[in-house]
């Protein structure tokens, strides 16, 4: 079955640094998520890549789906306080019978320290 | 409304309790999951919804029974559960099921806990 392995497990920056979160997976990616989370609350959806080179950004965060290397970057730039909290990527599974499920990297957590 | 909403966020039973969760979506989405997650581990799909059917069930135990009464609506009905049951309860929906490219939203989640 299909896994995602994210890394790294967790990560303390400075604020107004830099950082990257990858994801990779073990099979060819369809539909590759990247959601945030904050401590026990839900999931919020930050971007989908379908494409091979396909990038997409949302304000500070930028996200890069690379198709022959079965891995997703999650780049934040200037990191800030409210950025802090943890980044799962998600995967589609496809499976015949015509129904898919997501499943998740075990995540990324992320402390930005002022 | 680009909103799940999800009540109680905090529920408390027994082991010999009833109580239900719900979720509600005004997304015109037409499949709705339900997903737990303990903690520091990732959701781990438990039902999906497609058009108010059943269409995967991740082998739950009959303790936790799923419903869907409408396209906007999910419960999750809860019986005689164990300790080991607590978690956060997710619920999500998105607008198809079976396709790829298919972003979820998810609900804020009830804290479960069983006593």
């Known amino acids: 079955s299909q896994e995602l392995e994210q890394s790294p497990q967790s990560l303390i920056v400075q604020e107004g640094k830099n950082l990257t979160i990858n994801c990779t997976s073990s099979?060819?990616?369809?539909?590759l998520y990247w959601y945030k989370q904050k401590y026990g609350e839900g999931l919020i959806f930050l971007m989908m890549?379908?494409?091979?080179?396909e990038e997409k950004s949302h304000e500070k965060i930028t996200a890069k789906l690379d198709e022959k290397k079965q891995q997703s970057s999650l780049h934040i730039t200037a990191s800030q306080p409210s950025h802090a909290g943890i980044y799962l990527c998600?995967?589609?599974?496809?499976?015949?019978?015509?129904?898919?499920?997501?499943?998740f990297g075990a995540g990324t957590r992320l402390a930005v320290h002022p | 409304d680009t909103e799940v909403t999800q009540t109680p966020k905090h529920l408390v039973m027994g082991m010999t309790n009833k109580k239900s969760l719900k979720c509600e979506q005004h997304?015109?989405?037409?499949?709705m999951y339900w997903y737990k997650q303990k903690a520091k581990k990732p959701p781990e799909l438990m039902f999906v919804?497609?058009?108010?059917?059943?269409?995967i069930n991740e082998s739950v135990p009959s303790r936790f029974s799923p419903e869907c009464p409408n396209s906007s609506l999910l419960n999750l009905h809860l019986h005689a559960l164990q300790p080991e049951d607590s978690a956060l309860y997710l619920c999500?929906?998105?607008?198809?099921?079976?396709?790829?490219?298919?972003?979820?939203?998810f609900g804020p989640g009830t804290r479960l806990t069983v006593l």
């Open positions: 999500a929906s998105s607008r198809l099921q079976g396709s790829a490219y298919n972003e979820q939203f």
């Open positions: 099979k060819t990616l369809y539909g």
């Open positions: 890549l379908q494409k091979g080179g």
């Open positions: 998600g995967a589609d599974l496809l499976f015949s019978g015509g129904y898919n499920k997501l499943i």
């Open positions: 997304m015109g989405h037409r499949a």
């Open positions: 919804y497609s058009y108010e059917k059943l269409s």
